[in-house]
């Protein structure tokens, strides 16, 4: 196995990095609507009306660490496959959005979150298509 050429680094580091991106992204979204709206947990997780806010804040603490622990897996190239897959099935976040926004699903959370969740799912379908396009020009975590 031969040592990789600088570019092909710099071009496996934009494919983590793009990843990280997302998990940035996505974990500073979480932070914001609890800051900002956070009867969008109480009515996602339908959680009871006592000790709300403590669940809120264990549940963004157990999803900062499960980000953690993805995000190390993606720094150590563990994870590859894992995030492939979950990101390639996050396309079924935009049918759903769509058919909440419809009305043929029932939803009980705002208009603006089942957006939120329609785009999420288009990034994710995006950045699976660019680690395929990685993977079959040159490998695991190969460029794009």
Do not use: K
Request: net charge positive.
């Amino acid at each position: 196995m031969g040592l990789a050429s600088r570019s092909e680094v710099r071009d496996r580091n934009r494919a983590q990095a793009l990843i990280l991106g997302f998990f940035l992204v996505v974990w500073g979204s979480l932070v914001v609507i609890l800051a900002a709206a956070p009867d969008v947990y109480d009515q996602a997780l339908r959680l009871p009306p006592d000790r709300v806010r403590l669940a809120e804040i264990a549940f963004l603490t157990a999803l900062a660490a499960f980000i953690a622990l993805l995000s190390i897996g993606v720094v150590r190239r563990w994870v590859f496959w894992l995030i492939l897959v979950a990101f390639v099935f996050g396309v079924l976040r935009v049918p759903v959005a769509v058919l909440q926004l419809t009305g043929v699903l029932p939803t009980s959370v705002p208009t603006w979150y089942v957006l939120l969740q329609g785009l999420i799912g288009l990034a994710q379908l995006a950045i699976a298509a660019a680690m395929v396009a990685g993977y079959r020009r040159s490998g695991v975590w190969g460029a794009f």
